[in-house]
């Protein structure tokens, strides 16, 4: 298999992980997101070995390699348009969170107060030291 094939491969594999990954966003799947996140890390230094020999192999075949680097800059802009809403996706479950959490969080105080003003009294264990 070419260098540029796996390089595709491997692009091709980035998008299905990073669209998996904004599935998993709108359904909550914590462990997938960390899975997907996960699986893109390991695939980033594959990107660069094959980015560097495919880059070697047009060379050496003499093709046109600004060409074929713009074939590859659109699929990266793909991949940029995917990751910037899976961003956008976590942000706003993330500002949900913390909207919901701060709603507890006053809630517990709440009830706090409540239960301070209705809770009886509780007696001393000493009433004198005679």
């Not at 960390?34 to 893109?40: E, F, G, R, T």
């Not at 909207?99 to 007696?123: D, E, K």
Request: aromatic residues 8%; charged residues 25%; negative net charge.
């Amino acid at each position: 298999m070419s260098a540029e094939n796996q390089l595709q491969d491997a692009y091709r594999e980035w998008r299905r992980l990073a669209e998996t990954e904004g599935d998993a966003i709108r359904n909550r799947n914590w462990p997938l997101v960390s899975d997907c996140q996960n699986a893109l890390e390991q695939l980033q230094p594959q990107i660069v070995r094959f980015t560097q020999q495919a880059q070697e192999e047009w060379t050496r075949l003499g093709a046109d390699r600004a060409g074929q680097e713009k074939s590859f800059r659109a699929m990266v802009a793909e991949l940029i348009e995917i990751e910037s809403r899976n961003k956008e996706l976590l942000d706003q479950v993330r500002h949900e969170a913390q909207s919901r959490f701060g709603q507890l969080s006053q809630a517990s105080h709440t009830l706090r107060q409540v239960q301070r003003s209705y809770a009886p009294a509780q007696p001393t264990a000493w009433t004198s030291f005679s």
